[in-house]
């Protein structure tokens, strides 16, 4: 898809996309990026108390990237999903 076409979709796909593609190619990198810039969105989303939570906690980490495509916290991490997609157009 085009750059474009992803930024009409909504948070949550992208996210799935984004996170389906990264599990089934064995994408870690990804998955490690994302799980880096999480604690950045919460804050973005307005869950400081959060962010906090998850730089000392690894399973809060894994935790928030499976549920990263819902609300606030998928709409702070659209730009994320939408620059992976872009490099991965059959995602």
Do not use: C
């Amino acid at each position: 898809m085009k750059t474009d076409q992803l930024e009409a979709l909504p948070a949550q796909e992208l996210h799935e996309r984004s996170v389906n593609y990264a599990v089934r190619h064995g994408d870690f990198g990804f998955l490690w990026e994302l799980l880096k810039v999480i604690p950045a969105a919460e804050v973005v989303s307005g869950n400081s108390e959060e962010a906090a939570n998850d730089l000392s906690r690894v399973s809060a980490l894994l935790s928030d990237a499976m549920a990263s495509g819902h609300g606030d916290l998928g709409e702070a991490l659209r730009p994320f999903y939408i620059e992976y997609l872009s490099k991965h157009p059959d995602a």
